[in-house]
């Protein structure tokens, strides 16, 4: 277990915003630091990312008017705010900082991001082999899920069991962008976007934000709310490898078992997963990378209802980004939502008697380099 | 010819050899020297022990597709007017892994494990853009 816990959390509920990123990460900080009963002028650790914006930090510690003693701005695509809290029980450890904030604000909406498919390029060296070929988001994904229907047999109607267990459980979330419930039938007779994603294989675009409160054990006693406990937290990247990839293997291989291993818990234990759901492929990818199925069988586990609530491993209880919010880069509300499920806070959503949650969070595409980001929660 | 309007390489003195062998219609796959490990994309040192003692080997050009996707909504530049298109992951008989285009071919004939063999686009004095068809 790590000495340090999460004291406070808070996810932006707007959708469509007329608020800029730094107000969105504002009133987010202002809201999670309230929800642990701590105060501004507490706060001696930051972290957010590079692009958010600009500079990330600078920006953010500016208008915050912060003066940390720990800044992080690590930036590995959605997972970050996940990487967050392992970098934040990190200089927690060491003394580098009593109280972390870690924030995050978008407004891919209201700017007219088309995050999945726009053309997907970063100025980076690797652009001149890989952007010359109408490269998106989707796409990058697709090709694993191609892929991984050609070896192991997965069907789109699998698949599409992801997106409706997210989309029943929007359907319990008053602040989900799309709530109205779906079939199966529904996920695959809409449009096809990249094959074999159809677009509710997608996750939604919204403006949004949040805050995580991550604190030295010792504050907890003070705390307006019950800490819960960072059982384990692990990180990796995986990427080309030169072009000697095999692309059905996710970063959570690396991941998932480094956290089950310090955290002393099984898949069995796991009352409620919170899976970074971009795309359904990443879903059903993760959960057979971080074991809860053989790889190969992740077509057959979703099925069943065994992801909603009532079933044995309930997902994304928000309604994840596939229903409820995708502002680019949605880590931090797996974080949110697991801490939220741990209190016990989640109403209508509520999975009974929640004693332990997963969270992993998987940034940049599955088709060419990601980061994935593993925490295992404990109820106080 | 038509104006180009997708994007186009960034071409860097590490990267020039690989363009121009493009150019001359050979797609070059980098070796190591030191530990004989082959890459791609190319790069100035070896991603196996990191020797900068690289040369480059023209290949066979013929691959077999590893995966693909049929691309019917983009917003990526000159695609989004070809709608649709085949992004492809081809791993050529050197054993590496290229990202690239299928083209010439129906999308519905398409599989994984098909061979396939490069080909070329010449854009312009300089660059010639490799993609793969049904071999």
């Known amino acids: ?380 | 010819m038509a104006e180009y309007t997708k994007p186009l390489p960034e071409i860097t003195p590490e990267s020039r050899p690989f363009w121009q062998g493009c150019k001359r219609h050979q797609f070059l796959v980098q070796r190591c020297r030191a530990c004989g490990a082959r890459q791609h994309y190319p790069r100035g040192v070896c991603a196996s022990c990191w020797s900068q003692d690289l040369e480059w080997l023209p290949s066979s050009g013929r691959a077999t597709v590893y995966s693909f996707t049929v691309t019917h909504r983009t917003q990526a530049r000159g695609f989004r007017d070809e709608l649709p298109y085949v992004l492809a992951w081809v791993e050529l008989e050197e054993g590496v892994q290229v990202l690239t285009n299928l083209v010439g071919c129906d999308p519905a004939t398409l599989a994984i494990g098909m061979p396939v063999r490069v080909t070329f686009e010449d854009v312009n004095a300089d660059v010639s853009i490799p993609r793969f068809t049904p071999a």
């Not at chain 1, 790590?2 to 504002?26: H, K, M, N």
């Not at chain 1, 094959?195 to 504050?219: F, K, N, Q, R, Y």
Request: aromatic share 6%; net charge negative.
């Open chain 1, 1 to 380: 277990m790590r000495s340090a816990v999460i004291a406070g959390v808070y996810e932006f509920p707007e959708r469509t915003t007329t608020r800029s990123v730094l107000e969105i990460q504002a009133l987010s900080a202002r809201a999670a630091l309230a929800d642990a009963g701590l105060a501004p002028k507490d706060v001696n650790g930051y972290f957010t990312v590079g692009t958010n914006p600009g500079v990330g930090p600078l920006a953010t510690v500016d208008y915050l008017n912060l003066h940390p003693t720990y800044i992080d701005g690590t930036t590995i695509g959605g997972s970050s705010f996940v990487a967050h809290v392992n970098h934040a029980a990190a200089a927690i450890a060491e003394g580098r900082c009593r109280v972390a904030l870690i924030t995050y604000g978008s407004t891919a909406r209201s700017s007219g991001i088309a995050v999945g498919t726009r053309e997907r390029i970063a100025g980076e060296y690797v652009d001149q082999f890989e952007g010359l070929y109408g490269i998106s988001t989707v796409g990058l994904y697709a090709l694993v899920a191609q892929r991984h229907m050609h070896v192991f047999g997965t069907t789109s109607a699998q698949l599409a069991e992801i997106a409706v267990a997210c989309r029943r459980h929007a359907g319990l979330n008053p602040v989900a962008l799309y709530r109205e419930p779906i079939t199966v039938d529904d996920v695959v007779k809409s449009p096809m976007i990249s094959s074999p994603l159809h677009l509710l294989d997608c996750c939604v675009i919204t403006d949004g934000g949040g805050a995580v409160v991550v604190v030295h054990p010792d504050l907890a006693r003070d705390l307006r709310t019950p800490p819960v406990r960072l059982l384990a937290s692990a990180e990796a990247i995986a990427h080309t490898s030169a072009g000697h990839r095999d692309y059905l293997v996710s970063a959570a291989a690396e991941t998932g078992p480094r956290a089950f291993a310090e955290a002393g818990v099984t898949h069995d234990d796991i009352d409620t997963a919170m899976i970074y759901d971009s795309f359904t492929i990443t879903v059903l990818m993760t959960l057979e990378d971080l074991g809860f199925c053989k790889k190969g069988e992740g077509g057959r586990f979703v099925e069943g209802g065994r992801l909603q609530l009532g079933g044995a491993l309930p997902i994304n209880t928000d309604g994840g980004g596939l229903s409820s919010n995708h502002p680019g880069m949605r880590g931090i509300f797996l974080v949110v939502e697991a801490v939220k499920q741990l209190r016990g806070e989640c109403g209508d959503r509520q999975v009974k008697d929640c004693r332990v949650a997963l969270v992993h969070g998987t940034g940049g595409t599955l088709g060419t380099r990601h980061s994935g980001a593993t925490l295992i929660l404990g109820r106080a």
